[in-house]
């Protein structure tokens, strides 16, 4: 067995060595690719697409009680640990002007770019409570997770699906007049064109199976929009952070996950120029990889307690 993962948050449910019995028990194919590795540690192989989508239906069935759960073989298939870590910490952060981690439907999140998978709200919700809107700019992706949902009926009035029909536009189209929510939050497309994203899927399915493959497996695949966009994640996070001056008194805290971490400082100095009144940068580490969570808001500290817990 190996070691409890303490780099994740000590509420994330997945920082013990996964209970492979468990898992097989809730989704019975999953037991065709586990097996003990040299290290006598009960796994499964990460570089079959296959195994890994069954590893997720698993986890989310187990402990999120999603019952139906699958996305297209083309979208990007998550680590479910690191996405509930983000969730985690947001939470910390929603606790920092309530005293308590705020729970139920008086929370409401956006999640930006949920993509076919729409593991954010579902974790979201399972964990705390909240109420979410997922949206995205592809229509397939939308539909997948709208299946999602059809097929979780008691999920259906907690989690809502709205269409970015601009994909210069984050919150415009998205947020209503007068709609608030409690926070967003996004994990963006990292890469700056097609190509970087096709080399780092390679780079990554090469370090798993310890090869050189030419071509990327499909666990490592996704669609445009969730891999590349113009100017990489610096442009999309600036983009973000210009946009949320205009919607500065709907969402209380703005949130989105920063990979590089060279793109903090100019980040930051956006956020300055833009007179964001806190920012705050959270590390998270999930394993080998180093995330970090940038964090802003535009509403005063005594604003935000006299906010928090009220139905937005």
């Not at 439907?105 to 949920?114: A, P, Q, R, W, Y």
């Not at 793109?263 to 590390?283: G, Q, S």
């Given at each position: ?208 199976k310890k090869g ?23 442009a999309f996070i ?75």
């Amino acid at each position: 067995m190996s070691a409890e993962k303490s780099s994740l948050h000590t509420r994330n449910l997945h920082r013990d060595p996964y209970d492979f019995d468990q898992l097989i028990s809730c989704v019975p194919e999953l037991k065709h690719y586990v097996f003990t590795n040299a290290y006598q540690t009960v796994t499964i192989n990460f570089s079959i697409p296959k195994a890994v989508k069954l590893l997720n239906k698993a986890l989310l069935l187990h402990f999120y009680k999603v019952k139906e759960w699958d996305i297209p073989d083309t979208n990007l298939c998550p680590p479910i640990p690191g996405r509930a870590d983000y969730v985690h910490y947001i939470a910390d952060l929603l606790a920092e002007d309530s005293d308590e981690i705020p729970s139920g439907n008086s929370v409401k999140g956006l999640d930006i770019g949920t993509g076919a998978n729409l593991v954010y709200p579902l974790i979201a919700h399972a964990s705390y409570g909240w109420n979410m809107l997922g949206t995205d700019i592809s229509e397939g992706s939308l539909k997948n997770a709208q299946l999602i949902l059809d097929q979780n009926p008691d999920l259906v009035s907690a989690i809502q699906l709205k269409q970015q029909p601009d994909s210069h536009h984050i919150f415009k189209n998205i947020i209503g007049a007068g709609e608030r929510f409690t926070f967003s939050m996004c994990n963006p497309p990292f890469h700056d064109s097609e190509e970087a994203a096709m080399k780092g899927n390679i780079r990554k399915t090469k370090n798993l199976k310890k090869g050189k493959p030419k071509q990327p497996l499909l666990n490592f695949g996704g669609q445009q929009s969730e891999l590349w966009c113009e100017g990489g994640e610096l442009a999309f996070i600036s983009k973000m952070i210009t946009e949320s001056v205009l919607y500065s008194s709907q969402i209380l805290w703005f949130t989105c996950l920063v990979s590089k971490k060279d793109n903090l400082p100019k980040l930051i100095a956006l956020l300055k120029k833009v007179k964001a009144i806190e920012v705050k940068t959270i590390d998270m580490a999930q394993g080998q990889k180093v995330s970090r969570m940038l964090a802003w808001t535009f509403i005063s500290p005594k604003e935000r307690k006299a906010l928090a817990g009220l139905k937005l």
